[in-house]
């Protein structure tokens, strides 16, 4: 082989090494900048944002398994239990209780017969992070009275991290139930068309909002909260009606 041929080989050689070498380190900055590889640092005080939030809540319910709190309201105590099946949700609740996020909130939103609903009207006025809870959404967990659901904004399927809601609702017919699963195509099981016939609920939010709880001691409070005078155009009690949220360790 000339020393022209060998000269022109090295060359193309080098020029290999040198385009390797920068497609390495852009690899390497894009994941340094947040990209797959992401680290997401303590799960119990890293600024959760739209971008991090799966991650962060992932790694938070890992940690910390609670799901039990209780709910205080002027009227008396409700206890709540969160779903398992539902990870996301119940680590954000059980963070923001933990932090005391809930102990200057209020029941907002008032609809006698379909649901009572607490946090924060506007997020702004917590200079909140702007994040939402991905939806997960479980078919067997639906709107019975003392469900526990997280509120929508701006027609995202994600949920508010910053109010909850709780279902009042109303005792249903099985025709009623009948026709409204004709009209909707929504299937209804059986234990639940049960339950929507006793306890009542509110099944027209099924599959829309995320269930993550459920209030098992102290139904009898939500009535007294949804019987509290409101406006009714505006949705909004007259009075204000605050409530604490503490987690049973």
Same mark, same amino acid.
């Given at each position: 082989?000339?020393?022209?041929?060998?000269?022109?080989?090295?060359?193309?050689?080098?020029?290999?090494?040198?385009?390797?070498?920068?497609?390495?380190? =852009?690899?390497?900055?894009?994941?340094?900048?947040?990209?797959?590889?992401?680290?997401?640092?303590?799960?119990?005080?890293?600024?959760?944002?739209?971008?991090?939030?799966?991650?962060?809540?992932?790694?938070?319910?890992?940690?910390?398994?609670? !799901?039990?709190? %209780?709910?205080?309201?002027?009227?008396?105590?409700?206890?709540?239990?969160?779903?398992?099946?539902?990870?996301?949700?119940?680590?954000?609740?059980?963070?923001? =209780?933990?932090?005391?996020?809930?102990?200057?909130?209020?029941?907002?939103?008032?609809?006698?017969?379909?649901?009572?609903?607490?946090?924060?009207? =506007?997020?702004?006025?917590?200079?909140?992070?702007?994040?939402?809870?991905?939806?997960? !959404?479980?078919?067997?967990?639906?709107?019975?009275?003392?469900?526990?659901?997280?509120?929508?904004?701006?027609?995202?399927?994600?949920?508010?991290?910053?109010?909850?809601?709780?279902?009042?609702?109303?005792?249903?017919?099985?025709?009623?139930?009948?026709?409204?699963?004709?009209?909707?195509?929504?299937?209804?099981?059986?234990?639940?068309?049960?339950?929507?016939?006793?306890?009542?609920?509110?099944?027209?939010?099924?599959?829309?909002?995320?269930?993550?709880?459920? %209030?098992?001691?102290?139904?009898?409070?939500?009535?007294?909260?949804?019987?509290?005078?409101?406006?009714?155009?505006?949705?909004?009690?007259?009075?204000?009606?605050? %409530?604490?949220?503490?987690? %049973?360790?």
């Amino acid at each position: 082989m000339t020393r022209t041929r060998l000269a022109g080989l090295a060359r193309m050689l080098n020029l290999s090494h040198l385009l390797a070498a920068l497609i390495l380190f =852009a690899l390497f900055n894009c994941n340094k900048r947040g990209g797959g590889q992401e680290e997401i640092g303590d799960p119990d005080t890293v600024r959760i944002t739209g971008r991090n939030a799966r991650k962060v809540l992932t790694a938070y319910a890992k940690k910390h398994p609670d !799901n039990l709190v %209780v709910i205080s309201t002027p009227f008396g105590d409700m206890k709540a239990q969160l779903y398992e099946q539902t990870p996301l949700h119940r680590a954000n609740f059980i963070r923001l =209780a933990k932090g005391g996020f809930w102990d200057t909130a209020s029941f907002h939103r008032v609809i006698k017969d379909f649901m009572v609903q607490a946090g924060y009207p =506007a997020k702004t006025t917590m200079n909140l992070e702007d994040y939402l809870v991905p939806y997960e !959404n479980d078919p067997m967990r639906f709107h019975k009275k003392g469900a526990l659901g997280m509120a929508h904004h701006d027609g995202s399927p994600g949920s508010s991290p910053f109010d909850f809601y709780i279902v009042d609702g109303t005792v249903l017919t099985k025709d009623s139930l009948n026709n409204f699963s004709s009209a909707t195509g929504r299937i209804l099981f059986p234990d639940h068309v049960q339950t929507y016939t006793t306890l009542g609920g509110a099944p027209h939010l099924d599959s829309a909002y995320t269930v993550f709880g459920e %209030v098992v001691e102290g139904l009898h409070i939500i009535d007294s909260i949804a019987n509290v005078p409101a406006d009714v155009k505006a949705e909004k009690p007259l009075r204000r009606i605050p %409530v604490k949220v503490k987690v %049973v360790e």
